[in-house]
């Protein structure tokens, strides 16, 4: 039987073969960059600490996704892995920026960075010059990702696909971000219909479908088994973002590796934070609303809002929606065509969606 500690064994060791990949191509990208500016130097030597610190959960799920075609993963795959964790590490560089957190992985976001170095030097806005910096930052990035995609050892067709893949999911997750930004700062009686779909969109599609297709694409899946694990892959993001929900409120930072409560600081309309609203009596609403969105949140407020949600129902609910979805996930890969170390990989990986700390 599948254990979510066996998951994080695998992707630790995807991340070790990942991490030498963008050492070399974060070491020639400086040398060459230099030519430029110093910054170039910079970005890089900056961008090589910060990939360093990620689970690599997108590599792995390109490596699952390959295997699943019944392939050994080789450099290709490695190299795919090594472009996706580019790609995330540019989304994250500007979601920091967007939902102003100063803190990423334990220690201070890239445009804090770069804000602190402003300061430093004299910069005459200096949270004005971080931002900035930590947009070109990210671009750089997710540049760099796509680099790599369009150089794989791969035949024209399937790198052709793979692109088109990302472009695609990028421009959605484009759209999804503006849409939770839309959400946060006009307060809109969202439906949870909708806030699933944000889901999906924003972070299933790019953390599980993508790397998932993409590695299945590689192994050279047919069609059939390429969109079963697309739909397994949303599922799975579904998942994964009702579990930081719910972590952004129970969690702990030391795990998490940034304070807990920002969503409510943010005021962000999570699936949890909808279940919370709709759940919750008059009063409780009312306090609710004074507490979200509030830049002075403290602890006690963090607990008032957990002892409200425990009292409305509103984790319950949660809890609830995610075991009808882990068994739904659990259906879907029964249902998968693949060799049955595959299948219990899945398994472990649903496990791990579920189940995890940080």
Partial sequence: MAEASVFPDFLAGVKAEVSNILDRYLTVAARQYRAVNV?????????????RTGKMLRAGMVVVGFVAAGRRPGVATMRAGA????????????????????????????????ARLGRKSGALDAGH?????????GDIALFMGFEILAGLPAASGPRAEILGLWSDDLCRVGLAQMQDLNFGQTSPDASEAEI????????????????????????????????RLAGLGEILG??????????????????????????????????FMR??????????????????????????????????AERSGAREALRLEMS???????????ALDVPPASRRRFYSLLDYVVERTK
């Fill in 324 to 334: 009808r979805l882990r068994a739904r996930a659990g259906r879907m890969i029964d």
């Fill in 275 to 308: 279940k919370l609203f709709d759940g919750a009596g008059p009063a409780d609403r009312r306090r609710l609303a004074r507490i979200f969105g509030n830049p002075g949140l403290d602890a006690a407020m963090i607990r008032e809002v957990r002892a409200i």
């Fill in 39 to 51: 910054w170039g130097p910079d970005a890089a030597g900056r961008m090589r600490a910060f990939v």
């Fill in 196 to 227: 699933r779909r944000l889901y999906i969109n924003k972070t299933g599609r790019y953390t599980f479908s993508a790397p998932l297709r993409t590695g299945a694409i590689l192994g050279g899946a047919e069609p059939g088994l390429k969109d």
């Fill in 129 to 137: 010059f971080g931002e900035g910096m930590g947009i070109c930052l």
């Fill in 238 to 271: 579904l998942l994964f973002q009702m579990r930081d929900d719910e972590l952004g409120l129970y969690g702990r930072s030391a795990d998490l590796g940034k304070p807990v409560g920002s969503d409510i600081r943010e005021a962000k309309l999570t699936l």
């Fill in 83 to 114: 472009a996706v964790e580019l790609i995330q590490a540019g989304l994250l560089i500007h979601d920091d920026i967007i939902d102003r957190d100063l803190v990423r992985r334990g220690g201070p976001s890239l445009h804090v960075q770069y």
